[in-house]
């Protein structure tokens, strides 16, 4: 059995496994807040946790150094027009600021690895179902959904 995450990472670990979601026959649905995080499974997240911060660091210096500012030289641009390389630029930039605030979230997760698995909200646990699909979620399913229908 294998479980994607966003960013095309996927993970075989049979920590992470065990009860990430439970089929609910009457629903015929999985049911992602079923399962709760275990001890073990917590500490196999946080590491994936690590190992993504490294990967976005990198990331986002390579961003960064892509988004210098566009030339007027048409000659160092090539055949893209500057129109179409501001365009780039812009899109750099903006994932960039995505990327650092996904950084940004999980250095606060791994500052205060206690705290990481339980809703902001309501408290209660968030679910390894969750977690595994979504790393850095700060709302369990039923905050999120309550938030989302605002």
Known sequence: MRFFLSHSHSFTSPVLQANVCAYTSKTGHYDLKQAELTLPQKRQLLSQLEAQL?????EVIAIHSRGAPVQLDQQAVGRVSRIDAIQQQQMAQANETQMSQQLLRIKQILLDPDEYGFCHECGE?????????HPTAELCIQCQGELENL
């Open 54 to 58: 490294i990967e976005l660091e990198q």
């Open 125 to 133: 646990s968030i679910g390894i179902g969750r977690l595994t699909i």
